[in-house]
């Protein structure tokens, strides 16, 4: 073989590993790429029902619910609009509370139910994350503009 020719195999023969390896890399992310979303997307449909995600907003108040064993909690997550029912099996963190920011992940059930394999709780009092925080604006906001607002004092 040429010189010329040995280079041209050796460079596609480096152009082919580099682009298993860009392959091989970019599957790894796919498999481990987790959506957050809001009960109101849940509910809108527009999300798989096997796909991994995590689902963030309040812990509707007087919605906990605990079996006899007090490992597996049912509860709901609402972002003010739409609420979802989770089912969790787990010790739960020190700062879930009712009326407070959560975040759960797991998967959607086909019966509407989502599964927590996982459930993280806000730490701080003023902290909540971007996404969540925004998409309770966000609902509020429709909420609000579904319902006919009456000036106080006016009849009804």
């Known amino acids: 073989m ?8 050796g460079v596609a023969a480096g152009l082919v590993a580099l682009g298993g390896a860009a392959a091989l890399v970019l599957n790894a992310f796919n498999a481990n790429v987790m959506f957050f979303v809001t009960p109101s997307q849940l509910v809108s449909g527009s999300v798989k029902h096997a796909a991994r995600l995590r689902v963030g907003g309040l812990v509707e108040r007087g919605s906990v619910e605990r079996d006899a064993s ?12 739409r609420d979802i029912p989770v089912v969790y099996s787990g010790p739960l963190p020190d700062l879930f509370r009712e009326g407070k920011g959560v975040v759960a992940q797991g998967r959607l059930l086909p019966d509407g139910v989502f599964l927590a394999d996982q459930v993280l709780a806000k730490h ?19 909420r609000v503009s579904d319902t006919a607002l009456v ?3 006016a009849p009804q």
């Open 70 to 81: 007090g490992l597996t909690v049912r509860f709901m997550i609402t972002d003010t609009a």
């Open 124 to 142: 701080d009092e003023k902290y909540m994350p971007p996404d969540a925080a925004e998409a309770i604006k966000r609902a509020r906001s429709m």
């Open 151 to 153: 000036p106080a004092g």
């Open 2 to 9: 040429k010189g010329r020719t040995r280079r041209a195999c």
